[in-house]
């Protein structure tokens, strides 16, 4: 149980386009779904909060109109690069949690390596 | 000072050998405690996941929770080749969305 899944798994676009990352959370429902960004040899950086019908919480230096993150339901969040440029190019994980209290493990997607050309 | 403080080794072992990776912390209100697993160019994979103080085994793995010393540590018993991987811890606070903060992980190498 508990899996993940995100599409596509790489993606190499040309600068100034727009990409668009989806995550879905296979077997439970995910009330809440994070977007992280992971540089080589680094760890995760988080960048924005989604709650299921609810606009996303971003993380202090985050671009919200550049990163456009939609959690249209309780399985799928999406995060949108628009404009993207070479800067943008790194390894986008989301995760998520299932929606019951108490509960605060987080199960990870696994990734999408995007290259800005 | 962080508020996580993992050491990134590299740490290299040969198969066998029990593992100790560890974490620090600043924060006392951190109630639940996890670690992760994450091969290269994959998503962390959740390994164990303690509320508060004590230890917990699964298979190979014991995650222990020293809450007074603000120490956390996992042991791997009879590590394997397919170990390697990096390791992260990361804790959140009780009451709060479940946002994890994480260590920076320590990469594991074991040694055939």
């Known amino acids: 149980g508990a899996v993940v899944s995100q599409h596509p798994s790489w993606v190499i676009c040309k600068s100034g386009t727009s990409v668009k990352i989806e995550c879905r959370s296979l077997?439970?429902?995910?009330?809440?779904m994070f977007w992280y960004r992971q540089f080589p040899k680094q760890s995760l950086m988080l960048m924005a909060t989604s709650n299921e019908g609810s606009k996303a919480t971003y993380e202090q230096g985050v671009e919200k109109d550049k990163f456009l993150i939609n959690h249209a339901s309780l399985t799928l969040s999406t995060l949108t690069v628009t404009s993207a440029h070479p800067e943008d190019s790194s390894f986008y994980i989301c995760s998520a949690r299932e929606g019951q209290s108490g509960t605060y493990e987080q199960y990870f997607g696994p990734g999408t390596r995007l290259t800005v050309t | 000072q962080k508020e996580v403080e993992q050491d990134p080794g590299p740490l290299s072992v040969p198969e066998g050998a029990i593992v100790s990776l560890n974490c620090t912390y600043s924060n006392s209100a951190f109630q639940y405690f996890m670690w992760y697993r994450q091969y290269s160019r994959k998503g962390p994979e959740l390994l164990m996941y303690t509320y508060s103080s004590g230890n917990k085994e699964d298979g190979r793995f014991t995650a222990q929770v020293d809450k007074s010393s603000k120490y956390i540590s996992l042991f791997i018993r009879d590590s394997q080749p397919s170990d390697s991987a990096t390791y992260l811890c990361a804790m959140s606070v009780r009451g709060s969305q479940g946002n994890l903060i994480f260590g920076k992980g320590t990469k594991l190498s074991v040694k055939p």
């Open positions: 077997d439970f429902q995910a009330t809440t």
